[in-house]
């Protein structure tokens, strides 16, 4: 998960203060990035979170599977384990001898047993601790790969088997997706309806039999590396089997469109459940999370429920003995006026230092060096979405263009959305990958653009007016020649970096344009419109498929995808740039399936703005004739296209001959649609 920057954790507390009404009343808001050790945390307490109570949905038990992993050793069995390096220092945050920094761990993770280092700190031990530790001591110091994968086969369960699945007794449509919906096409509204449908496969629940509980005198049965919640949530799938923090907020918020509001109210219980327990929220569910947190979220995911009328009544006071804000006793002041009195010095100071008057955009601040960077993200939003403007912006819709120009870019050079970063590093957190919440916060930074600086249209691109001249000199750090390049998706060939997906006015795949529509409003509306379609494809493409109105491409389509026909579409944790057919990769982890904050997103988009989406469309699989060398044509669920082109050429109107898959690979061994 993305560390946080510092002045993404001073938005994150300015908006959370600013967004709940004054019954609620935190007494600190401090935090820490997700790779360093959290010792200060959002808030010090929370007092009462109340509102009307709301209709509530009831989930039940079943009977559902989970599956786990063997060990798999890549290497000889027989042959012994390099030599080791000196084991770290133990870490006070994480004593464990099975799951944290020690012997054992080290010894099992060079084994390289399974794919994932994360899968086997997952499984819960056979035996106690001590027994457990016995049996790894018996190896001896030259044990071979083999007899380390007996030792993890006989002493470990399989992980995620603390937690169990739970049935979704919730026969109710959501509003939104009514026939008389706002999504007017029926595609969109169907397909939304397919995404709500998998939120029954990611509810969890703490399974009380399997837990590794202390007895009276101070053992326990097991060692496990959970942290046991109380309540009900949603996991983001994959690997990522257990409650996550800022997950949960587009979790929550796709959740609330699915009106499954008792799921709602249980994920935030387990938060402040943990603010009691540790002081602050850990980046996820397990033992090692506890040195950092994620973003700030919190408060913001409190808020919105409270503006569904949703009940989230509680009173709590977490552990933490933060003293960094002053306390209205301390100070004389009331509660709400310390808080407004501390977000407006947050704000100063997130204008002081991360706005870049000559650039029109926001920056992390470097505290080691006490300067600016240079460097641009999708972070350049998050002062936007938490409605902090700079004062020239407010003043001139020029100014504002420019900050958003960027967005034009993404739009008019590529087939996909805003990507982490313009640079191609195979990390993940870099191009060519694209995260649902990157596309929440540049959308509701849209939407938050003052109406004063949203009077004009979107400007009319040509090869005198580009989407790159209408971004602010080094705004990006890169020059055009510098940016990914956009490919064929037919035949993977470069297309030569202009403004090749802008036809007729407007952006391929970015939906209709609206009458008097401005240019924050075109740009949201051209953005949602290519998250729901880039999602929608990477899902058709691995067998997605919907009963009456969309049929499952064959299997030689799927074929080239990887895919087959038993497979019914993968919801993925992060997208592609230039390939809306394909998941994101790179980085430390092949990429997940689920996936929590990409339904979240899909279902939150296809509420607010349902009117705007137009029907999903999907580049062509490239596939040739099994008798022949040739390629005649490529389809689609609703469209031909030419075999040399992209570019749609017709509707598809009679019985469709399938061809069989050949897949081309780029230089970097990723596959060519």
């Not at 009514?178 to 703490?206: F, H, M």
């Not at 493409?541 to 064959?554: A, E, K, N, V």
Request: charge should be negative; include cysteine.
């Amino acid at each position: 998960m993305m560390a946080a920057s510092k002045w993404i954790v001073l938005c994150g507390v300015l908006q959370g203060v600013w967004a709940l009404p004054q019954a609620v009343s935190p007494s600190s808001s401090t935090s820490t990035s997700a790779s360093t050790t959290t010792s200060a945390q959002i808030i010090s307490s929370v007092e009462s979170i109340v509102s009307s109570v709301a209709t509530v949905t009831v989930t039940s038990v079943s009977s559902q599977s989970v599956t786990t992993a063997v060990p798999s050793p890549t290497g000889d069995p027989n042959a012994s384990l390099p030599s080791q390096a000196p084991l770290p220092p133990k870490q006070s945050w994480c004593p464990s001898e099975i799951f944290c920094a020690g012997a054992l761990l080290q010894t099992v993770e060079l084994a390289h047993l399974y794919p994932d280092s994360k899968t086997f700190v997952d499984k819960p031990t056979v035996f106690t601790s001590n027994v457990t530790l016995e049996n790894f001591n018996a190896l001896g110091s030259n044990a071979t790969i083999g007899a380390i994968s007996q030792f993890v086969q006989t002493n470990f369960k399989g992980e995620g088997q603390e937690l169990k699945p739970l049935a979704l007794n919730d026969t109710n449509t959501p509003a939104f997706l009514e026939q008389n919906s706002t999504i007017p096409d029926p595609l969109a509204r169907a397909w939304a309806g397919v995404v709500d449908s998998y939120w029954k496969d990611l509810i969890r629940d703490t399974d009380e039999t399997t837990l590794c509980t202390r007895t009276a005198n101070g053992t326990a049965p097991c060692e496990s590396s959970l942290i046991p919640l109380n309540h009900t949530f949603v996991v983001p799938g994959g690997r990522f089997r257990e409650q996550y923090y800022w997950d949960s907020f587009w979790i929550v918020e796709g959740l609330l469109k699915s009106e499954l509001y008792d799921i709602v109210n249980s994920t935030l219980q387990n938060f402040m459940d943990e603010l009691e327990q540790f002081g602050f929220i850990p980046n996820g569910g397990r033992i090692y999370y506890l040195n950092r947190s994620q973003p700030p979220l919190f408060i913001h995911v409190t808020s919105l429920p409270i503006a569904t009328g949703s009940d989230i009544t509680r009173t709590f006071t977490p552990t933490s003995t933060d003293t960094a804000v002053p306390s209205p006793t301390s100070t004389g002041g009331s509660k709400p006026d310390l808080y407004r009195q501390s977000a407006a010095q947050l704000k100063a100071a997130i204008l002081d230092l991360m706005w870049d008057s000559s650039k029109l955009s926001f920056y992390d601040f470097n505290i080691t060096s006490n300067s600016r960077s240079g460097f641009y993200s999708a972070a350049a939003f998050y002062p936007a979405w938490n409605d902090i403007w700079p004062d020239e912006v407010l003043v001139d819709e020029q100014k504002a263009i420019g900050m958003f120009a960027s967005v034009g870019v993404v739009l008019a050079k590529y087939n996909g959305t805003f990507p982490a970063t313009f640079l191609t590093t195979g990390m993940q957190w870099d191009a060519p990958n694209t995260w649902p919440p990157h596309q929440y916060i540049v959308l509701q930074a849209l939407s938050n653009v003052p109406s004063n600086v949203s009077t004009q249209p979107y400007p009319q691109l040509s090869s005198n007016t580009t989407s790159f001249s209408l971004v602010p000199p080094y705004q990006l750090g890169l020059e055009e020649s510098q940016l990914p390049v956009q490919t064929d998706a037919a035949t993977g060939t470069s297309l030569g970096g202009g403004d090749v997906n802008y036809v007729n006015g407007t952006w391929t795949d970015g939906g209709v344009p609206v009458a008097n529509e401005k240019w924050n409003e075109a740009l949201r509306r051209g953005l949602v419109n290519r998250y729901f379609t880039s999602v929608f494809c990477s899902w058709y493409s691995t067998g997605g498929s919907i009963p009456g109105l969309l049929p499952q491409l064959s299997a030689e389509e799927l074929n080239a995808t990887h895919s087959n026909p038993s497979s019914t579409g993968h919801m993925y944790e992060k997208l592609n740039l230039l390939d809306i057919d394909a998941a994101g990769s790179g980085g430390e982890y092949t990429v997940q399936a689920g996936f929590g904050w990409t339904n979240g997103v899909v279902l939150w988009a296809a509420a607010e703005f349902g009117p705007v989406l137009a029907e999903p469309k999907c580049p062509a699989i490239q596939i040739t004739p099994s008798t022949s060398s040739s390629v005649s044509s490529f389809f689609t669920p609703k469209a031909f296209y030419n075999a040399n082109s992209a570019n749609r050429i017709g509707t598809a109107t009679g019985p469709t001959t399938f061809y069989k898959a050949k897949r081309a690979t780029r230089p970097d061994g990723s596959y060519i649609l």
